[in-house]
């Protein structure tokens, strides 16, 4: 690796063979984040491989309770289990870990950030920060801006959600399915619960039997709660599975306290961090997952009256955001940017 730079830190990507992993290392080399070392941790199948870092050829290694000696920030990818088991052994070994699972996103001693919005959170830690879910930063981005010009007190959301979401596995699913459906061959799905090629699907989280609710659902509910500091806001969200490669989408419906118009939230958007406004009538360009992969910013168009509010309260858009950048990785290496500890290094 680099030769180190004093108060460089030493790095760990927990999940580095899976897609988020691989994102986490393009984008601290994109985005010049400064390493002293970097630590590639996987599963015992995955040890032995290589990964490359900045012209460097890096050895993962298996992921184990002496994994963080001597490391400083712990990116984690590798589902909620490992990091229910394996975070809370960084942060005693003296690392701050940020965590794209679920495992600790509600815990209210850990703080959930979105740095366009409250990263000032960031601070509070105690050892971990949370990633939040991927639907809830593709939304709440943009949301923000507003909200802080005018509440929001509702929002009704339908998302669009890619194979991304799911994994390497799921978009490998993707692509061979849809292969064999082509050449008219039989593809029975493995990842996903349903066929995959040219069919979308209620997301593929388990249903809530009281409220119907799918846990993605939920998520996106309690998370825009918690990131808006804001108990009240009312949440409507139908989470959907799509045969799209990379990128989700959503249909966003809010209303606000106060009257709001098309011209207020483009004006808004225009200037918001992380947004880039995409709307385009003329010619019926709007924000498509082609053009947000591989893109850092969420993208908003299709920004309109909603009609059926004669109250003039209420507005709809459509967004597109990369999932696997803004909606894990990037938005987890902002957080360590951040960091205090690295900072006042």
């Not at 899976?18 to 080399?29: C, H, L, S």
């Not at 669009?160 to 050449?183: F, H, I, P």
């Not at 593809?187 to 699907?201: E, I, R």
């Amino acid at each position: 690796m680099e030769t180190k730079v004093k108060n460089d830190p030493v790095v760990a990507i927990v999940g580095v063979t899976g897609a988020v992993g691989a994102e986490f290392i393009a984008t601290m080399d994109k985005r010049d984040f400064r390493v002293s070392k970097l630590k590639a941790l996987a599963s015992a199948r995955s040890a032995g491989r290589t990964v490359s870092f900045r012209g460097k050829t890096v050895t993962i290694e298996e992921l184990n309770e002496r994994s963080f000696e001597g490391v400083d920030i712990a990116l984690f990818s590798a589902g909620g289990s490992i990091s229910r088991k394996f975070a809370p052994l960084a942060v005693r070994s003296g690392a701050v870990v940020v965590d794209n699972s679920s495992a600790f996103r509600m815990d209210p001693n850990v703080p959930l950030v979105i740095p366009e919005i409250n990263a000032q959170r960031i601070r509070e830690h105690k050892g971990i920060i949370a990633n939040p879910n991927c639907a809830a930063i593709t939304a709440l981005v943009p949301l923000w801006p507003i909200h802080q010009k005018n509440r929001i007190k509702r929002v009704i959301i339908a998302t669009y959600q890619a194979a991304s979401g799911a994994g390497a596995a799921a978009m490998d699913e993707l692509v061979q399915s849809t292969r064999a459906y082509l050449n008219g061959q039989v593809f029975p799905p493995k990842v996903m619960p349903h066929p995959y090629a040219f069919n979308l699907f209620s997301h593929n989280t388990a249903i809530d039997p009281e409220t119907g609710y799918n846990d993605e659902e939920s998520k996106v509910i309690k998370e825009t709660r918690k990131i808006f500091e804001d108990e009240k806001i009312g949440v409507g969200v139908t989470c959907v599975r799509v045969p799209v490669l990379r990128a989700h989408c959503e249909a966003i419906t809010f209303e606000c306290e106060r009257p709001i118009s098309e011209a207020e939230v483009r004006n808004i958007l225009a200037v918001a961090p992380g947004v880039r406004v995409v709307d385009d009538r003329a010619n019926n360009y709007f924000p498509m997952p082609v053009d947000a992969s591989g893109q850092d910013d969420v993208l908003v168009g299709r920004i309109r009256k909603d009609l059926s509010d004669p109250s003039g309260h209420s507005i709809a858009m459509f967004v597109a955001a990369d999932q696997l950048l803004k909606g894990a990785a990037l938005n987890a290496v902002q957080i360590a940017e951040l960091l205090p500890e690295r900072m006042m290094a």
